[in-house]
């Protein structure tokens, strides 16, 4: 059985950081494609970040680009988003999600957490 568990979410003000946590079980980062999306109330989900699971190369979109940083630990199966200069623009339930292939659609990934609210304030 896959289960995907993030956590980290919180409040915080504008300008400060947070670091979100995935942790995998029945499947392993080292061998799939694992990805962070995050919807925000009323809007769909939409795509944050992504890491090759072969080379470890990771994708932004661009509205966080200089501002997250995704990485892995594959001895802990684990992913992590870093979140530097938060912005009220960034509130939304964040989700971590694993998939064979690099992709920006939430469509194309196999599994998915329960997500993590992150609040930004003004």
């Known amino acids: 059985q896959v289960q995907l568990v993030e956590s980290g979410g919180g409040l915080v003000q504008a300008g400060n950081s947070l670091r979100l946590s995935c942790v995998a079980s029945?499947?392993?980062?080292?061998?799939?494609?694992m990805s962070w999306f995050r919807q925000a109330p009323g809007k769909e989900r939409e795509f944050v970040s992504d890491?090759?699971?072969?080379?470890?190369?990771?994708y932004y979109t661009d509205s966080v680009k200089g501002r997250f940083t995704m990485s892995k630990d594959n001895a802990k199966n684990t992913v992590y988003l870093q979140m530097n200069s938060l912005e009220p623009e960034d509130t939304a339930v964040y989700y971590c999600g694993a998939g064979s292939s690099l992709s920006r659609s939430d469509q194309l990934y196999s599994y998915w957490g329960q997500g993590t609210q992150v609040t930004v304030s003004s």
């Open positions: 029945g499947i392993s980062v080292s061998t799939w494609v």
């Open positions: 890491i090759n699971w072969a080379d470890s190369r990771t």
